[in-house]
């Protein structure tokens, strides 16, 4: 089947405009992630959906950031207000979710942002 | 809670062996490897869970010690395929299960 999709790949925004990333995780998976990736540099989670379950908000950096997942598949992280130290790779991950046990993470291939 | 890559950076010649290790400051749960190409998503490679056994598959392997909360990833007889960078994501009982912490990385580049 087909694996986790992001749209746009790439977005290229003046400062102050907001943006929405957009992430279709493979069909059947409950567990969402987030994460951004800044130019040469690791994984920096920012929030994550499981299933029914209350979203883990803990990593955004700001209120200026938000997401949410409609119908337990889609999921939009909205970057309001954008500021040029936001220019990132953001990547979304999707994962089957099993009680106990954090199952593998299938990311998508990213949405460049860049902040002028 | 991030957890600790070394070394940072390594270059190799094909054919060669390289071990690059994943140190948590808190107890461990699992540990999860990925390897990112230049330009791509990062692709899994391995889960390794507390009290498991090693895993390996083709010439990549990896280890868990839970008494020094560290694993380690075994890479031999490089290929140039294996270039990239290579990530840990730990699970700790401190995040919550199934949310994954990432180091920082560690870039392999294998040369002809």
């Known amino acids: 089947g087909a694996g986790v999709s992001q749209s746009p790949s790439n977005k290229v925004t003046e400062k102050g405009k907001d943006v929405e990333l957009r992430c279709d995780p493979i069909?059947?998976?409950?567990?969402l992630y987030w994460y951004r990736q800044s130019l040469g540099q690791g994984l920096e989670f920012l929030i994550y959906?499981?299933?029914?379950?209350?979203?883990?908000k803990s990593g955004l950096p700001s209120d200026r950031f938000s997401a949410e997942r409609t119908g337990g598949s889609v999921s939009t992280l909205t970057i309001q207000r954008t500021q040029q130290e936001d220019s990132a790779v953001y990547l979304c991950?999707?994962?089957?979710?099993?009680?106990?046990?954090?199952?593998?993470?299938?990311f998508g291939p990213g949405t460049r942002l860049l902040v002028l | 809670q991030q957890p600790v890559q070394s070394p940072q950076a390594v270059i190799l010649r094909e054919g060669e062996d390289a071990v690059i290790n994943c140190s948590s400051s808190?107890?461990?749960?699992?540990v999860h490897w990925y390897r990112q190409k230049h330009g791509e998503a990062p692709v899994f490679l391995m889960i390794?869970?507390?009290?498991?056994e090693q895993k390996g598959h083709d010439k990549i392997s990896a280890s868990f010690n839970e008494k020094k909360q560290q694993s380690s990833l075994y890479l031999t007889a490089s290929q140039l395929s294996y270039s990239g960078t290579y990530f840990c994501?730990?699970?700790?009982?401190?995040?919550?299960?199934?949310?994954?912490?990432f180091g920082t990385g560690t870039r392999l580049l294998v040369s002809p």
């Open positions: 991950a999707s994962s089957l979710e099993v009680a106990g046990v954090a199952e593998t993470q299938y």
């Open positions: 994501g730990t699970e700790t009982l401190n995040t919550g299960f199934q949310k994954l912490v």
């Open positions: 390794l869970l507390k009290g498991g």
């Open positions: 069909s059947g998976h409950t567990a």
């Open positions: 808190k107890a461990l749960y699992s």
């Open positions: 959906f499981q299933g029914n379950s209350a979203p883990d």
